[in-house]
Nanobody
Framework: QVQLVESGGGSVQAGGSLRLSCAVF????????MGWFRQAPGKEREGVAG???????TYADSVKGRFTISQDNNKNTLYLQMSSLKREDTGMYYC???????????????RGKGTLVTISS
């Protein structure tokens, strides 16, 4: 069983930055795909970024050039560096992990409880 614990959310002004972290417990890190998805109030879940076991990354068009997904295998931790934040980036951000090969964070097997990001103008 994999447990994912997110941290790093908060409230920032538009144009600011945040770094989200996801600590992974219960499985050898690096042997599966991971990602981040978000959900704004009243909206569908949206995949934000994914990273496979080889380190290849994917991003939603809405965050390309502003967000960077990375991982530290030694620390069993996944990161999401978010810059040039916009009000529309507001939402609950979830870390996800998958053993079946999908890079779509919304459909990954495991997810954390989320961390809230609020962007004000």
């Amino acid at each position: 069983q994999v447990q994912l614990v997110e941290s790093g959310g908060g409230s920032v002004q538009a144009g600011g930055s945040l770094r989200l972290s996801c600590a992974v417990f219960g499985h050898a890190y690096g042997s599966y795909n991971m990602g981040w998805f978000r959900q704004a109030p009243g909206k569908e879940r949206e995949g934000v970024a994914g990273i496979d076991s080889g380190g290849s990354t994917t991003y939603a068009d809405s965050v390309k050039g502003r967000f960077t997904i990375s991982q530290d295998n030694n620390k069993n931790t996944l990161y999401l560096q978010m810059s040039s934040l916009k009000r529309e980036d507001t939402g609950m951000y979830y870390c996800a992990a998958d053993f079946r090969g999908t890079l779509d964070p919304v459909h990954m097997d495991y997810r954390g409880k989320g961390t809230l990001v609020t962007i004000s103008s």
